[in-house]
């Protein structure tokens, strides 16, 4: 009954969305690093509820700058935003 228990609690959680951007070539990681800045600039701007924003290199040619949303942002932002795609975000810690 405690994992019943532990899945209901679960539903009950808002999910996060990860937006991100894709950029690709030798620039990649620096334009995903600008990228970052606008996105908080964004974020301050509009007061937004967000804390979780940053970039990252995937690999020599592909980096992603991205922020976590929770879902009922998840679609105004979207439509502002235009993200490249998202993804469910977990916090693995």
């Given at each position: 009954m405690k994992d019943v228990l532990n899945l209901l609690k679960f539903d009950k959680m808002e999910r996060q969305i990860k937006l991100i951007w894709d950029f690709?070539?030798?620039?990649?990681?620096?334009?995903?690093?600008?990228?970052?800045?606008?996105?908080?600039?964004?974020?301050?701007?509009?007061?937004?509820?967000?804390?979780?924003?940053?970039?990252?290199?995937?690999?020599?040619?592909?980096?992603?700058?991205?922020i976590v949303v929770n879902d009922d942002l998840m679609r105004k932002l979207r439509d502002v935003l235009k993200p490249h795609r998202g993804e469910l975000y977990t916090d693995i810690a």
């Open positions: 690709r070539g030798p620039d990649a990681l620096k334009t995903a690093e600008h990228q970052e800045i606008h996105l908080k600039e964004f974020i301050q701007i509009e007061q937004l509820p967000i804390s979780i924003s940053g970039f990252q290199q995937i690999n020599e040619f592909h980096s992603i700058a991205f």
